[in-house]
């Protein structure tokens, strides 16, 4: 601002014509009507405002009605009950005993606010219209306030070139004054356009920031200014500011609805900040129950969490308080969408395009609630509908961005989001993507149809041939018994680095996943962005493709719980399936959902470590179906699913039961299997981990305690690892055989087995260590180190194919080292299958190995063997540049000149 | 990568990353001839091999046995290879089999590691030693930094100062020290001097334990430090593998590095991080140091240097090695198939030369 480019003719015109209401040009009071003397209001206006700011609503309602009818006393009412969701009691009380006077035009705009927040355009107008009648040009009263509003609705409404105008008015007005000219309200209307206006002109979003820190400098105590710092900085997804502004209004008022509101909207737990203790979203709608936004939130939550019924109840309750309101309207259409209840949603549609036809507000909606159903088509068809009610829209643009790259469409999307940046680039997760996208640029595309994979260059070599073999092993196990083969290419992405994995996932870092799958997208952490033994790839990748599958066969509408349990029962199929501990703490409390809440943990937790624990939770309940009903079954509640129906709809259908009575029957399966162990396990109650032990890692203090709860497998475990690593064996190994037997699925990394089979190797006996090391990593398939000692004792037991498999395990959890895959060559060379040696060396080679020249020249010999040898000479003579004298680098180059 | 606001500060740093990069972008590599000559001055000389193993006071039972395998693995790599060391093997304790292993033969700990120890070691190895004669001295454990270094010891530990004053007393010889401890970079500027090649585990300051040993010692047992696989392993070689493992290490565990090797063999009493093979900088005369012939074949070259049929083949063997070298460094100025075709008639060159020199060899019996 202070900015020519902004100021149209029109508003150089408005603005030759200012007056100020005051002649020293500061603010005057709001209206110059005849305020009571302060003996007659008790403790004043002051004690009213700061009732009314600190969010003690009732004594501030008290003292405004005790003042009477004076226009601040009204208005400080009026905003009181607004606050509190009394939107009828606020009107009322706006409105004059007579109707000959003229309302005044504090009065007029509190008026306006209340039938803005309700969503009635017409009555809004009018009080706005009349208001500035009054007051045009005015500066120092409620000018600019009204004109921002007007021309706010005007946009709304589909006035778009008038809107612009008024908008461009305000800014104009702004810049001709000096900034002390203005009141800390004007000032904040002055950045609402701003902002609105920042598409066009995106420094005007940083101003707008701007003036509303001095407006909120000016009057602390008004929480407006800081409110919309926040919503804007929240719609730019700058998280940690806007919980910061959010979090001062809430210090001066902790009742706020609108900033209990926004911080509702803040992603749970975002920028490592805890779970809070008390829903926000609940409690601004206990302080004004009727409050708009909050009560769409209400409704976009419970369709997140997969519960459409209750979702819809609760929508068309919200539209029948508040028939016009687009936030709520725009909610019920996401429910309705979702419900695929195409004629109610065409009735709201041309309903809100009645009155709100250029409000892009509902489309955005739809758009979000597809993308959050993983319906990334829809959800890019509805962007481009709301694109073009609102050619600008920033939210549009990101959506319709975002799901195009969803759906592969690459340079489709980055188009759109690069447009979307030059109108806005303070949007972060647009900006996070772009970049991604730069850096994809540099990724390697390697092309094997069905599969693209796209992977970092330096690691394509190592893993692409894993990645590929990996997913047509998976691919064609499911397509045989699910019967289902994705049409079209899969592209398969790997990230090394965390964040960018992240930022392709939710578009920002911090996600906390591995992998996610989009349908025909799937985008997979690289084991190099972890640490060897803490994150296991393939099965990872094979859990996304299996929910290629759940996906496609359903056309995207298999609820969460069961496309989790699915790909997770599938993942431990052909991987492993230890318990985590944290699943045996959750037994053991009582804190597994039932059924038709299981997606709550998944989409939002209020537990640290429930998502994982809904995971296990999830396959169990699909392992249970499978056992007890055939696997025909689970493809009968695939369709079901893709018929629309609901997850009770679908067991009751295919399985013959209510909800309840699966839960009933997974319960009883639980228990059998785990409830002894998550029993005994005693409190206090662990989350995650093991509990802390006040006497440390001291074997003494360890077997007392487990001597005390001899049935507790963890106390058990934590005293044989201590006697274990105090080279007491044989009491060890009989602590850690009592762990195995109280809780033999224990999936943790220090499960019991991993300890005994080095016991056991400690005392040279190498059959029952390969039995123990096999049984551990059955349930801890992640635990590189142990595969490797695996195949190191099937070689000494002369299994070649053993430790091949071992190996090849390894690199299942971890391929960027270079031992199994020399160990793999080396045993491949004496099995003779030259193209397993081959692709091992060269995935030696892809380590970028010290030895070099030693590297290049196993593959060329590799080569050699296979019968390749243009390969091997090519291979032969890159070892010898480096190492001109390699003597049996050089013989082999002989012979293959000699062989011609 | 794009910037919300702060386009013109990112436009400075690529201004500034490009700057940087220019000394490189113009080919600024010196050393090409000295590469050539360096394979050459390699080959054929060698004296017996002097190894001299410390393993410093370990301060925990588990670091005492951990010093103790390292300098027995280090001493069995020394002795069991084509060309054996002589090996003087001192632990902080003189007998603990059961922790260190069986020590046999040549690896039967020759004393304790006390400082006067040390010095009558030291000056015994420097009256038997000959000019070319070889003396590697690698220092295992615990150091200090600081203005008051030390290398920890049974009884008195032992300083820079203490150290430097014991090797000025080596008159002949080529004296390669590898202080493989924590802040062994201290000992750096009190040890550099002319002809001596000093590889340390770490920066001055750095005090944390070190993983460098144990990727040094693997250099000797193993095959895969030889990167030019002529058969010696070079100083350079070994700090280089070492130095890569330890940066592995590190990446692998996704821990921030606490140890930067430092190689000095420039006498300037600063060691670099990153040495290279170039007249004037650290890495030159390590690259001609051997530490230990690896191979039959190398020690075999190294005993017929006195016969003259077979010396002139290896000598023209090496000298064509040296091509290969030089023309690899000017290969970005070169025509991509000219450059293979020169190197492939180069290398097939050497293959012949190679195979006649083993024909020579068997026909010598």
């Known amino acids: 601002m202070r900015n020519p480019r902004v100021r ?56 405004y009605r005790q003042a009477g009818r004076t226009p601040e006393a009204l208005r400080g009412l009026a905003e009181t009950l607004r606050l509190t969701g009394r939107y009828r009691e606020a009107l009322a009380v706006l409105t004059p005993p007579d109707p000959e006077t003229p309302p005044e035009p504090a009065l007029l705009l509190e008026r306006a606010r209340i039938h803005l927040e309700r969503g009635e355009a017409a009555p809004a107008r009018d009080a706005l219209d009349e208001m500035l009648a009054q007051v045009r040009g005015k500066v120092g009263t409620d000018w600019l306030e009204g004109e921002t509003l007007l021309g706010l609705l005007q946009l709304r409404v589909g006035e778009r070139e008038a809107g612009f105008a008024r908008l461009d008015e305000v800014i104009a007005v702004y810049d001709e004054l000096p900034a002390a000219a203005f009141s800390a309200r004007e000032l904040t209307a002055v950045g609402q356009a701003a902002a609105r206006l920042g598409f066009r002109s995106p420094g005007l979003f940083r101003d707008a920031l701007r003036v509303f820190d001095e407006a909120a400098a000016l009057d602390p105590a008004d929480p407006l200014p800081r409110l919309l710092a926040a919503e804007l900085l929240l719609d730019k997804f700058n998280t940690a500011e806007a919980r910061e502004s959010l979090e001062s209004v809430l210090r001066q008022n902790p009742r706020n609805p609108r900033a209990l509101y926004g911080l509702a909207r803040l992603p749970a737990g975002s920028g490592g900040t805890p779970l809070p203790a008390a829903d926000p979203l609940a409690e601004a709608l206990a302080i004004n129950p009727r ?460 499960g019991p087995q991993g300890f005994l089979a080095r016991i056991f190797t400690r005392a040279g006996q190498m059959d029952r260590a390969r039995s123990a090391l096999t049984r551990h990593l059955r349930r801890v398939p992640a635990a590189y180190d142990a595969w490797l000692r695996l195949a190191e004792l099937e070689s000494a037991a002369e299994d070649p194919s053993g430790a091949a498999d071992a190996l090849v395990s390894a690199i299942h959890a971890y391929p960027m080292f270079a031992e199994p895959h020399e160990r793999l060559a080396e045993l491949a060379a004496a099995a003779g299958r030259p193209r397993i040696e081959v692709r091992e060396r060269l995935a030696v080679l892809a380590t970028d190995p010290p030895d070099r020249a030693g590297a290049l020249f196993g593959l060329a010999q590799a080569h050699f063997g296979a019968g390749d040898r243009q390969s091997a000479r090519r291979r032969v003579l890159e070892a010898l540049e480096i190492a001109p004298t390699f003597e049996e680098a050089l013989r082999l180059l002989l012979e293959l000149r000699r062989e011609g | 990568m794009r910037d919300s606001g702060a386009s013109l500060r990112a436009a400075a740093l690529i201004a500034a990353a490009l700057i940087a990069a220019a000394p490189s972008a113009f080919g600024l590599f010196p050393g090409r001839e000295s590469l050539a000559e360096m394979r050459t001055a390699v080959s054929g000389r060698r004296g017996q091999p002097t190894l001299l193993v410390v393993a410093g006071i370990g301060g925990s039972p588990n670091h005492r046995k951990r010093f103790s395998r390292w300098a027995r693995e280090l001493c069995e790599a020394a002795v069991s290879g084509p060309a054996p060391f002589s090996v003087q093997l001192l632990l902080e304790r003189e007998a603990e089999p059961a922790e260190t292993g069986q020590a046999t033969g040549a690896c039967v700990p020759t004393g ?127 700090f280089d593998f070492a130095r890569r493992g ?49 191979t039959a074949a190398a020690a075999e070259a190294a005993a017929e240097a006195g016969d003259p049929e077979i010396a002139a083949l290896i000598a023209e063997r090496d000298e064509l090695a040296a091509r290969v070298d030089a023309l690899r460094e000017v290969r970005e100025s070169m025509e991509e198939a000219r450059y293979l075709e020169e190197l492939e008639a180069l290398l097939y060159r050497i293959a012949e030369i190679t195979e006649r020199i083993e024909a020579a060899r068997k026909e010598k019996g």
């Open chain 1, 8 to 63: 149209g003719a029109a508003a150089a015109g408005m603005a030759a014509g200012l007056l100020l209401a005051s002649a020293g040009g500061t603010a005057p009071p709001a209206s110059a009507a005849p305020v009571p003397p302060a003996s007659s209001w008790p403790g004043g206006p002051p004690a009213a405002a700061a009732a009314l700011h600190s969010g003690h609503y009732q004594e501030a309602e008290a003292l």
């Open chain 2, 246 to 294: 330890v940066e592995q290490e590190y990446e692998q565990a996704g821990l921030l590095r606490s140890e930067h090797p430092l190689l000095d063999d420039n006498g300037d009493g600063v060691g670099s991080l990153d040495p290279e093979a170039s007249p004037g900088s650290d890495g030159m005369l390590a690259a001609r140091r051997e530490l230990m012939l690896r």
């Open chain 1, 291 to 750: 409050f708009p936004p909050a009560r769409a939130l209400e409704v976009h939550r419970l369709l997140e969490r997969e519960r459409g019924d209750e979702a819809q109840r609760r929508a068309l309750s919200a539209v029948g308080e508040l028939p016009d309101a687009p936030e709520v309207m725009s909610a019920l259409g996401a429910a309705l969408f979702l419900a695929e209840e195409s004629h109610p949603l065409a009735e709201l549609e041309t309903r809100f395009r009645a009155v709100w036809p250029g409000d892009p507000r509902l489309e955005i909606g739809l758009a979000a609630a597809a993308e959050r159903r993983r319906r990334y088509r829809e959800a890019a068809r509805r962007a481009r509908a709301a694109l073009r009610l609102e050619p600008g829209s920033a939210s549009a643009s990101r959506l319709l961005g975002l799901n195009l790259l969803r759906l592969g469409r690459m340079e489709e999307g980055r188009t759109v989001l690069e447009e979307a940046f030059s109108r806005d680039p303070f949007d972060a997760l647009v900006k996070n993507t772009l970049d991604l996208l730069d850096e994809l640029d540099g990724y390697e595309v390697v092309s094997s149809p069905p599969f693209e994979i796209v992977l970092p260059a330096a690691e394509a070599e190592l893993l692409a041939p894993y990645v590929e073999e990996l997913a047509r092993e998976a691919l064609t196990g499911f397509g045989e018994r699910y019967g289902f083969v994705p049409e079209a290419g899969l592209r398969i992405e790997i990230y090394d680095r965390s964040a960018d994995f992240s930022v392709r996932t939710v578009g920002i870092p911090g996600i906390g996943a591995h992998g996610v799958c989009f349908g025909e997208v799937i985008a997979l952490e690289s084991p190099s962005a972890r640490e060897a033994g803490t994150y296991h790839w393939a099965s990872t990748l094979w859990h996304e493709l299996a929910h290629v599958v759940s996906l496609g066969m359903t056309d995207n509408r298999v609820p969460r719980w069961f496309t989790e349990g699915l790909s997770l029962l599938e993942e431990r199929r052909r991987f492993g399936d230890g318990a985590p501990l944290g699943f045996y703490a959750a037994l053991r409390d009582g804190r597994l959902l039932d059924l038709p809440e299981l997606n709550d943990g998944f989409v939002r937790p209020s537990w640290p470590g429930q998502v994982a624990v809904s995971y296990f939770h999830a396959s169990l309940v699909l392992e249970h179906i499978e056992a007890e009903y055939g696997f025909s079954v689970i493809l009968e509640m695939l369709e079901g699913f893709r018929r629309g129906f609901g997850s009770s709809e679908v067991i009751r259908q295919t399985l013959d039961l209510a909800p309840e009575e699966l839960d009933a029957a997974v319960d009883a399966g639980i228990g059998d299997r785990y409830g002894a162990a998550a029993r005994d396990l005693g409190a206090p109650a662990a989350g995650a981990g093991h509990p802390p032990a006040a006497g440390g890692t001291d074997p003494g203090f360890l077997v007392e305690r487990a001597d005390a709860a001899p049935r507790n497998f963890v106390r058990q475990l934590l005293a044989g690892i201590a006697l274990f690593r105090a080279e007491r064996d044989a009491e060890a190994e009989e602590r850690l055989q009592r762990a195995a037997e109280i809780a033999p699925d224990y999936g943790g990394a220090d």
């Open chain 2, 112 to 238: 304790r590691s006390t400082r006067e120890e040390i010095r009558r070691q030291i000056a015994a190895a420097g009256a038997g030693i000959d000019p070319g004669e070889p003396l590697l001295l690698v220092l295992i454990g615990h150091g200090s930094g600081g203005a008051d270094a030390r290398f920890q010891l049974p009884g008195p530990d032992l300083a820079p100062g203490d150290l430097a004053e014991m090797l000025n007393g080596i008159s002949e010889g080529e004296v390669t020290v590898a202080h493989l401890g924590s802040a062994s970079g201290a000992f750096v500027p009190a040890l550099s001097a002319p002809g001596r090649v000093l590889l340390t585990a770490s920066r001055a300051h750095e005090t944390n334990e070190t993983r460098f040993a144990k990727h040094f010692i693997a250099a000797f047992s193993g095959a895969g430090a030889d990167r030019n696989k002529d058969g010696r392993l070079s100083a350079l070689e070994a």
